[in-house]
């Protein structure tokens, strides 16, 4: 079984930056993306980028604070994260899959195969 190896949380202050990686190794992904869990809430689409080219979809709350992109491995992907508030402290997972699916259904979770273990990260006000 595939694994997703996510790195570069940590605690921050509000307006700071942080960049997260996520690598796995074996078969290549179709796409690959993140969502985040706040304590108490429930999980949330935050981007995702197809591997074969195209640009990445945000969810509105990150739009303009956020970047996702590709590395130069096979499945290798990057969200620096700028301008950081205390809401979005959460646990972030890295997903992918290997199926082909519309950008619509990217932003639900149960369309997402392999999941990450997650990587806490907290912004301090």
């Known amino acids: 079984q595939v694994q997703l190896e996510e790195s570069g949380g940590g605690l921050v202050q509000a307006g700071g930056s942080l960049k997260l990686s996520c690598a796995a190794a074996?078969?290549?992904?179709?796409?690959m993306g993140w969502f985040r869990q706040a304590p108490g809430k429930e999980r949330d689409f935050v981007a995702a980028?197809?591997?074969?080219?195209?640009?990445?979809v945000y969810a509105h709350s990150v739009k303009g604070r956020f970047t996702m992109s590709r590395g130069d491995a096979m499945n290798l992907v990057y969200l620096q994260m700028n301008s950081l508030k205390p809401e979005d402290t959460a646990v972030y997972y890295c997903?992918?899959?290997?199926?082909?699916?519309?950008?619509?259904?990217?932003?639900?979770?149960?369309?997402?195969?392999?999941w990450g273990q997650g990587t806490q990260v907290t912004v301090s006000s």
């Open positions: 997903v992918a899959d290997e199926r082909d699916r519309s950008t619509a259904y990217w932003e639900t979770g149960g369309y997402w195969l392999t």
């Open positions: 074996g078969r290549a992904f179709s796409r």
């Open positions: 980028v197809s591997m074969s080219g195209g640009d990445p």
